[in-house]
């Protein structure tokens, strides 16, 4: 199983939040940059980078920041918050990120995410934020009156690259992946599910390699340091 570190933008600080609230901030460091150099050198290859003032906001905030990343430290990044139109995810996709992560644009404007997945195979990923069993928008802050399944479904059929999965209700706990979930999903698609929210010790990133999870991002344990990179490394099965 892939093992994706993943760090939140707000206000330029690397933060979590609380099941997506944007009320509920713990702040890691103010100093993002450093932290994913930490990250590589620490064995790291990609990145889950994500601008939370964007998604809130409708248009990226933290740009400076990422591309200061893409300049000064060597890993491939995947990038998502508030990219809702086609020349914001191609400016990305141009500034050398390898992947944009696109959620509300794959409910609101299909036909955009749609054209982006066959011009730039393998660079899409669509995120399916659940809530109840359905999709979260704008930030999560909006009901989509979509569930997750016919979503995955849906954007399975155009080519994208994966489809990050993320249980709101874990997301930042610690409490444990919901592995049947992300399971259920994979079972609907071809496209690789990328398992997000709730890692908070390494038994659960070994139960979600263990039942063939293809792939994880995790963050607030690995920023507050209840393991490291290669420990995380290691209980899913990769080589740092």
Not at 81 to 101: C, H, M, N, S
Not at 155 to 180: C, M, N, Q, S
């Amino acid at each position: 199983m892939e093992l994706i570190p993943a760090i939140d933008l707000l206000g330029g600080k690397v933060v979590r939040l609380q099941r997506g609230r944007y009320d509920q901030v713990t702040i890691y460091s103010e100093r993002p940059v450093e932290q994913a150099r930490v990250f590589y050198d620490a064995g790291a290859r990609r990145l889950h980078v994500v601008d939370l003032d964007g998604a809130r906001d409708g248009m990226p905030r933290n740009i400076a920041v990422i591309e200061a990343i893409l300049r000064t430290v060597p890993v491939r990044i995947q990038v998502g918050g508030g990219i809702r139109d086609e020349l914001i995810a191609k400016r990305w996709l141009t500034a050398g990120v390898e992947r944009v992560v696109l959620g509300t644009a794959a409910v609101k404007d299909p036909v955009f995410v749609k054209k982006l997945c066959a011009e730039h195979p393998g660079s899409v990923v669509v995120a399916v934020d659940e809530r109840d069993g359905e999709v979260a928008v704008e930030g999560w802050l909006q009901g989509s009156g979509r569930s997750a399944r016919d979503l995955a479904r849906e954007v399975d059929g155009w080519g994208v690259g994966a489809i990050l999965h993320t249980v709101i209700a874990r997301d930042g706990t610690r409490e444990g992946p919901d592995v049947d979930a992300t399971l259920a999903l994979q079972g609907e698609v071809s496209a690789t599910v990328i398992a997000s929210g709730g890692i908070g010790e390494l038994a659960h990133i070994r139960t979600l390699a263990e039942r063939g999870v293809r792939a994880a991002v995790c963050g607030r344990a690995l920023l507050s340091g209840a393991f490291s990179v290669p420990e995380a490394f290691a209980a899913a099965g990769m080589q740092s």
